[in-house]
């Protein structure tokens, strides 16, 4: 848990599985309970995240291994929490982020082969402290979300990009690997059915966020009334 009196919620899991469906309806039911939410997303975020993050998803950086692609993420994601997570958190405001710490342990460590010692002391760096609250894990077969992204992805502008471009099986790999991080974590993680029914999982996802807010961001709301 950070010390700060915002509330930090990450969204994770494969492609398609709904992170990106789910964080914009969890930001639009905080907002009409008056809280203030910051949406935001990975790699990218911040100027310098955004600027990264191009190289990243076109493949650009592929050629030069994956160590390059992991520092290149962490680098990213250090930018990201300075310039705009942690003083966001430090104002009070709700940050939703769609993939954070736990998506390079999983892309970069287990499916990129990298040893956990190297992506350990990479999430060091790059998180500094500033660790997700509360992480919901969007769970669903590889095959459906892959078949979801494909759809969404019909635009004649819109390509796979270097990740959803591998095969089924890597993707049923980081399925498991993101269910291994929430058996690790129980008390951060919390993992959601995403074949459900958007309005469902909303619900769900609510459900899990609600009681966190009482503690941390209605705090936010008395402090900002005094000033
Ligand atoms: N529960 C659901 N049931 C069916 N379709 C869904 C559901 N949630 C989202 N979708 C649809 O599936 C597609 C992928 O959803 P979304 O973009 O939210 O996934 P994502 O996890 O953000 O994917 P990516 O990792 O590729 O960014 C979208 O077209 C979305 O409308
Ligand atoms: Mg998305």
Do not use: W
């Amino acid at each position: 848990m950070s010390a700060a009196p915002g509330l930090f919620v990450t969204f994770e899991g494969g492609e398609g599985a709904g992170k990106s469906t789910q964080i914009r309806l969890l930001a639009a039911a905080l907002r009409e309970r008056g809280l203030t939410v910051l949406m935001t997303r990975e790699p990218g975020g911040s100027k310098g995240a955004e600027a990264v993050r191009h190289v990243l998803l076109s493949g650009a950086a592929e050629a030069y291994g994956i160590r390059m692609e992991a520092i290149l993420f962490a680098a990213a994601r250090s930018d990201h929490v300075e310039q705009v997570i942690r003083p966001a958190l430090s104002k009070g405001t709700v940050v939703l982020c769609d993939r954070f710490m736990d998506s390079s342990r999983v892309y970069q460590g287990i499916t990129g082969n990298l040893e956990q010692s190297f992506i350990e002391a990479l999430e060091r760096v790059a998180v500094n402290g500033v660790v997700p609250d509360c992480t919901i894990i969007f769970d669903l077969p590889a095959a459906v979300g892959l078949e979801r992204a494909r759809k969404r992805s019909a635009g004649p502008d819109e390509q796979p990009d270097r990740f959803e471009k591998e095969e089924l099986q890597t993707h049923e790999k980081r399925r498991e690997a993101f269910l291994d991080i929430a058996e690790r974590e129980p008390l951060r993680c919390r993992v959601v059915d995403a074949t459900k029914a958007q309005e469902a999982i909303a619900a769900e996802v609510l459900a899990i966020i609600e009681p966190l807010l009482p503690i941390k961001a209605h705090g936010r709301s008395d402090a900002e009334h005094i000033s």
